[in-house]
């Protein structure tokens, strides 16, 4: 694909002309490749050339996960033979969706990295430590590791977990940044306390995390956050959200104000239970339009993803539209005795509570048909007083209190870490 990194420094208008041109470009791919997208346009009577700009894709119907899952085959838009990754999406919120890539597409997501590592103030003078997997089929462990080679980085593919061979990493080849999970850096820091090993006088000068959130869709840190930064002051943070279907990632730059947008990349909307745009400052679904992938690329997918976005120019120079954190996924809103309640909230009270050491949060329907929640404690403190705080913690921060049930904390991790999952569960949908 051709690369232009400078379009994010560039205006409003002018990247509104670069993002209606990859536009038509990907309508005319998708017009001519797409089993898929050649009969939905065909059903919805839609001409693909009439699509010139951004706003004509409100004439077309929205692309979903069950659509994806239902019809895998008819949207890929080559060869099998051109096929040279295989990978699926988690399955955290319904059947794992698989996802076909060509070498273009490889290409594409190194540079999507590049791009998002750059975004985060890496350069080739750091060394990069991966403590996420590679394999289970894991899109982005790889597209972490090709982004760190495009941009020149030295990379260690150390993997996750393991507290121990992390530390012996970082003190051997003095890594400079590490991709990981924000709890697991809490483990890094109790396992360093535990060793006597003086992790604020380390290498490492900055995590860049995914899967869980650094700061509230406010932009204030999370309770999570806070703790990170309360015993390893001297480490820089950074956010960066993703998905397997997106091919794509929106990170934070030096300013924290929010995931930058690659708009060479990827188109986003922002939509409402009616599929309609909502403004800044409102929460919307992330729907996206793939630009420049060729095996599977999607048009008008929506990812499930409430957020807010901001097209406020950011004070890095970038004027590219910026997204909040995930405020919460769409089918996991929780209507609780009348109030609505999204996972990431309780996370955030959990994880401020001292005594709490693991959980899992548990949403089913009642005999009533009403969704019920039960928070599942792993701690080594259980009584009715600590229930007592827990519950009225939640009536001040959210108006409800769901129940709650201590457990041993190996109980809880055997439910956080089951063998096939590639990152930590902390909410079951039973419902």
């Given at each position: ?133 590679l394999d289970r089929r894991f899109m982005a462990g790889m597209a972490y590791f090709l982004g760190a080679r495009e941009l020149g980085m030295g990379v260690s593919r150390v993997g996750n977990g393991i507290p121990e061979l992390q530390w012996d990493t970082i003190q051997r080849i003095h890594s400079t940044c590490g991709m990981v999970i924000p709890s697991f850096v809490m483990k890094l820091i109790d396992f360093a306390e ?238």
């Open positions: 694909m051709q690369r232009n990194p400078n379009i994010q420094y560039c205006s409003k208008e002018e990247i509104r002309q670069f993002q209606n041109e990859k536009l038509r470009e990907t309508i005319a791919y998708l017009a001519n490749k797409s089993p898929y997208y050649k009969r939905l346009f065909r059903e919805c009577g839609v001409v693909p050339s009439e699509i010139r700009c951004v706003e004509d894709l409100v004439k077309l119907p929205v692309t979903t996960k069950s659509d994806l899952q239902r019809y895998n085959d008819d949207f890929l838009c080559v060869s099998e033979r051109d096929v040279i990754d295989i990978v699926t999406t988690s399955g955290s919120t319904g059947d794992p969706v698989t996802i076909k890539l060509t070498e273009g597409d490889l290409d594409r997501l190194a540079y999507n990295e590049y791009l998002s590592f750059n975004t985060a103030g890496c350069s080739k003078d750091d060394i990069m430590q991966l403590m996420t997997t535990a060793r006597g090993i003086d992790y604020r006088a380390s290498s490492i000068k900055k995590f860049v995390c995914i899967g869980e959130a650094l700061r509230t869709p406010k932009g204030e840190y999370t309770a999570l956050g806070q703790q990170i930064l309360q015993r390893w002051p001297e480490i820089s943070l950074y956010g960066t959200y993703a998905s397997t279907e997106m091919q794509a990632s929106f990170t934070d730059c030096k300013c924290f104000a929010g995931g930058h947008v690659p708009v060479e990349l990827i188109i986003v909307e922002f939509l409402d239970d009616s599929n309609q745009p909502v403004g800044p400052n409102e929460p919307g679904e992330v729907v996206i339009t793939s630009i420049g992938v060729e095996g599977m690329p999607l048009l008008r997918f929506k990812t499930g993803d409430i957020v807010y976005h901001t097209d406020e120019p950011c004070t890095c120079g970038r004027n590219t539209m910026r997204l909040s954190s995930v405020i919460g996924r769409k089918n996991q809103m929780i209507k609780y005795k009348g109030t609505t309640v999204y996972p990431p909230v309780l996370f955030d009270i959990l994880d401020n509570l001292r005594g709490v050491e693991n959980y899992v949060v548990e949403v089913s329907t009642n005999n009533l048909g009403t969704d019920d929640i039960r928070v599942r404690i792993g701690t080594r403190q259980p009584s009715e007083a600590f229930e007592k705080q827990i519950k009225d913690l939640f009536r001040a921060k959210v108006r409800v209190a769901p129940s709650v049930s201590f457990e041993t904390v190996e109980a809880v991790n055997a439910v956080q870490f089951p063998a096939m999952s590639r990152k930590p569960v902390k909410f079951l949908d039973l419902r």
